[in-house]
């Protein structure tokens, strides 16, 4: 079975920076992509980061380009996003997801490419 567990959200002033991690655990990841969502209160759910375990070939979106980093630590199994310069609407729930098929190389931006969520983190960016 698979597993994603976030953490490091959290409340921080606009300007600030935060680090979330996703940690995986159960089959091998090796040849899937990983993601980052978030959703805002009211809101859907908007993808935010993709990276491949394989090579780490990287998407972002338009709203987070320039200010987040997504990577991944192979051996520990754990992708980060690295958050920097956070403005308030960058609050939200922050979700990390696996795609269903591996080698994907389709849409990262729809939510119905992911079958393994997490259960989100929480990040509130103070004006």
């Known amino acids: 079975q698979v597993q994603l567990v976030e953490s490091g959200g959290g409340l921080v002033q606009a300007g600030g920076s935060l680090r979330l991690s996703c940690a995986a655990s159960?089959?091998?990841?090796?040849?899937?992509?990983m993601a980052w969502f978030r959703q805002a209160p009211g809101k859907e759910r908007e993808f935010v980061a993709s990276?491949?375990?394989?090579?780490?070939?990287?998407y972002y979106s338009d709203s987070v380009k320039g200010r987040f980093t997504i990577s991944r630590d192979v051996a520990e199994n754990t992708v980060y996003l690295q958050m920097n310069s956070l403005k308030p609407e960058d609050t939200a729930v922050y979700y990390c997801?696996?795609?269903?098929?591996?080698?994907?190389?389709?849409?990262?931006?729809?939510?119905?490419?992911?079958?393994?969520w997490g259960q989100g983190t929480h990040v509130t960016v103070s004006s």
């Open positions: 997801a696996r795609t269903a098929r591996p080698y994907y190389t389709g849409d990262y931006y729809d939510t119905g490419t992911y079958d393994y």
């Open positions: 990276i491949s375990w394989s090579v780490g070939r990287t």
């Open positions: 159960g089959r091998t990841f090796r040849t899937y992509d």
